[in-house]
């Protein structure tokens, strides 16, 4: 990937913002210290993604149908370079999160920072599993996942298609087959083929306007919003996309999930003191949520699981209400 002044800036500010959600939220220091590893593993693998071949033609015809633009196409995806950012971000699940040895702060230049990349004595960590620990919990199943792939047992093409198509009976099924955490192995197969998506949903914003699309779902790869954003001045609304990044706009008073256009069953919650920049729109017809940030500029998409994670405790809130993603 060819670095710019402009790509360097918003990697510093998005490595700032880590540092800040370390020190402010550090309940999050695990899964900040697994986004800090592994964001530039994606940079990287996004910058080899092949493009996809669809027709600007194709593409305005498939958004007017209601079609999002990936379905039905033969996508180029390397299986065997995914299957390895596979491997390896399973390999930052054992690292991340064990204790490290003491060290003296070192005065950074660049943003990326990796700690010891050192796998645990599978021994001690078989203990501290037993003993409840959480940590040794997750790095465990980390293992088992890797090793189920690393010996071809795990089907990821099978995983990844399953994923496209909503087909989450088929990743649990595979998962209890082999004793393995199914939620676990979503997370990592879902960002595992985050580069693939994010670079071919750049490409196809190059081809067609996504403002024809009307739907709450994503455009582009058909997932459900990750967040909304209120942007600029005008204060549009906009849903973006935790898979792929894609950004387009929707109507403010519309539940991205079932459509309800009714301003009483329609609602708010704010946390005091955030009120400015956060908030949470509900829907009393089906009692889902989404998640609400105010921002001038759009975030950018590495950003948008950050921010997922920065404001996780308006999730809390929404679920002890009774409200669903």
Request: aromatic letters at 6%; a negative charge.
């Amino acid at each position: 990937m060819i670095q710019t002044p402009a790509i360097d800036r918003q990697k510093a500010a998005l490595f700032a913002r880590l540092d800040v959600l370390s020190q402010q939220k550090p309940e999050l220091a695990e899964p900040l210290a697994f986004y800090r590893a592994t964001l530039p593993l994606l940079n990287e693998a996004q910058a080899q993604v092949e493009p996809v071949e669809l027709p600007a033609e194709v593409a305005r015809q498939k958004l007017a149908a209601g079609l999002p633009l990936l379905l039905g196409e033969d996508l180029p995806l390397a299986p065997e370079a995914t299957r390895d950012l596979f491997i390896r971000l399973c390999g930052i699940v054992e690292t991340v999160g064990l204790p490290q040895q003491a060290a003296p702060p070192q005065k950074k230049t660049w943003p990326f920072f990796f700690g010891p990349k050192r796998r645990p004595d599978p021994a001690q960590l078989l203990e501290q599993a037993h003993a409840g620990n959480e940590t040794a919990l997750r790095t465990a199943a980390a293992q088992q996942i890797r090793q189920a792939v690393e010996q071809r047992q795990l089907d990821l093409l099978a995983v990844w298609s399953a994923l496209a198509t909503g087909d989450g009976q088929l990743v649990d099924g595979q998962s209890h087959d082999l004793k393995l955490d199914a939620n676990l192995v979503r997370t990592l197969a879902q960002n595992s083929l985050k580069p693939a998506l994010r670079a071919w949903a750049a490409d196809l914003k190059e081809k067609v306007d996504l403002a024809i699309w009307r739907r709450g779902s994503c455009p582009v790869c058909g997932s459900p919003p990750t967040l909304a954003e209120i942007q600029g001045k005008e204060g549009a609304r906009h849903l973006r996309c935790g898979m792929c990044g894609a950004d387009w706009g929707y109507p403010r008073l519309k539940c991205a999930t079932c459509t309800n256009q009714n301003h009483k069953s329609l609602g708010y919650i704010t946390v005091e003191g955030e009120e400015e920049k956060y908030s949470i729109q509900t829907c009393q017809v089906c009692h889902n949520y989404l998640k609400v940030i105010v921002t001038f500029e759009p975030t950018p998409v590495d950003m948008l699981a950050i921010e997922d994670l920065a404001t996780l405790h308006l999730d809390l809130i929404a679920n002890e209400r009774g409200y669903s993603h």
